[in-house]
């Protein structure tokens, strides 16, 4: 059974930093892309970082490029989100998802909560 | 960037009716699309990819179709657990975006 568990979240003050964690399971973790999508308190999903499964090359929206940035440990099977310089709209539910360039977010863990407020 | 219009972003509908969601790509996104269902406090479940492609476990009610910039999400004799929030996804290119999302409940 594929799992992935997300672990760090909390609360933080604006202008910190903070790294979430991503546990895989149930597949091979280096063959995959994968990546990071947030869901702000009612609203809707955005996708937030992705990284390749070997070279790791990574991708980002204008909205976190710069700050944040997505890495692997393809022998541990852990995805990582480093969040720096965070501000309140970085508010939300984010989310580790397997990403398939063929078929897009094919699974995602249970999401872990983010909240930047003083 | 690719913008995904989707439509309705509320919709209400009968037990057994058939019920249609769509999403416009702003550039012909090459079938690269994908729809989600998510229910509440839940993370989003994938069911449909390439457009018309059912996911694994995806009861048969759901397709999809659609190509370029146009596709659809179908739903053929709507069950009360199909209720929950829908969003379409272009992974044509980064940046990846997601449709604003249809909140789908029963009448």
């Known amino acids: 059974e594929i799992q992935l568990v997300e672990s760090g979240g909390g609360l933080v003050q604006p202008g910190r930093s903070l790294k979430l964690s991503c546990a895989a399971s149930?597949?091979?973790?280096?063959?995959?892309?994968m990546a990071w999508v947030r869901q702000a308190p009612k609203k809707g999903l955005e996708w937030v970082a992705t990284i390749s499964s070997s070279d790791n090359r990574t991708y980002y929206p204008d909205s976190v490029k710069g700050r944040f940035t997505i890495s692997r440990d393809n022998a541990k099977g852990s995805l990582y989100l480093q969040m720096n310089s965070l501000k309140p709209e970085d508010t939300a539910t984010y989310y580790c998802?397997?990403?398939?360039?063929?078929?897009?977010?094919?699974?995602w863990g249970q999401g872990v909560m983010v909240t930047v407020s003083s | 960037d690719i913008q995904m219009t989707q439509s309705p972003a509320s919709l209400s509908a009968s037990l057994e009716e058939i019920v249609t969601i769509t999403c416009q790509a702003s550039?012909?996104?090459?079938?690269?699309l994908s729809w989600y269902q998510q229910k509440p406090g839940k993370s989003p479940q994938v069911l449909i990819h390439?457009?018309?492609s059912l996911a694994d476990g995806v009861p048969s009610r759901f397709s999809g179709s659609g190509s370029g910039t146009q596709y659809s999400l179908k739903i053929n004799r709507l069950q009360v657990e199909d209720t929950g929030i829908y969003y379409c996804?272009?992974?044509?290119?980064?940046?990846?975006?997601f449709g604003g999302g249809t909140k789908l409940e029963l009448k």
């Open positions: 390439s457009a018309v």
């Open positions: 149930g597949f091979t973790f280096s063959n995959y892309y």
């Open positions: 996804l272009q992974y044509y290119s980064a940046p990846w975006t």
């Open positions: 998802a397997r990403h398939e360039p063929l078929t897009g977010l094919d699974y």
């Open positions: 550039q012909d996104i090459g079938n690269y």
